[in-house]
C-alpha cells in the first residue's frame, strides 16, 4: 500500500531543491533507498540487518526527514500487480525454498507432496 498525502513519506531538502518519494512494499524500493542514501551522503549503505535502508529517517542526515509534504520533484513508485504475482510465483512457488539461489530448481512434486 502507498503512502498518501496524509502519511509521511522520504523528502530530501538541499535548501534550494526537494526531493519526497512515495513507495510501496515490494516494488524495487531496496534498490531506490539504497540508491538515496549513496546520493545524499556520498558514500554506499553499509548496514546488514537493522536499521533497514527503507528507515530513512534513521539515517542521521540532517536534510532528510518524514514528511506530509511533496518536495518540489515528487516520485511515485509502484509495481504493476500482475508482475509482483509472477514473480512471486516463480520465487516462492516454482522453485525450491531450500535450493540455491543460482539453481533454484522445481519442487512442484515437492508443493503436490506438501498441498496435495
Known amino acids: 500500500q502507498m503512502a498518501t498525502r496524509g502519511e509521511r513519506m522520504f523528502l530530501y531538502d ?25 546520493m545524499v551522503t556520498g558514500r554506499p549503505w553499509m548496514h546488514t540487518g537493522k536499521p533497514w535502508v527503507q528507515e530513512y529517517w534513521r539515517w542521521n ?11 518540489r520533484l515528487h516520485l511515485i513508485m509502484t509495481r504493476d500487480p500482475e508482475t509482483r504475482y509472477v514473480s512471486a510465483f516463480h520465487s516462492k512457488v516454482k522453485c525450491c525454498a ?9 519442487c512442484y512434486q515437492d508443493a503436490l507432496n506438501h498441498f496435495g
Request: hydrophobic residues 25%; glycine residues 6%; positive net charge.
Open 14 to 38: 538541499s535548501g534550494v531543491n526537494s526531493l519526497s518519494v512515495c513507495t510501496c512494499a515490494k516494488c524495487g524500493s531496496t534498490s531506490l533507498y539504497l540508491m538515496l542514501y549513496q
Open 61 to 71: 542526515v540532517s536534510n532528510v526527514s518524514r514528511s506530509r509534504e511533496y518536495g
Open 98 to 106: 531450500n535450493a540455491s539461489t543460482t539453481s533454484r530448481a522445481p
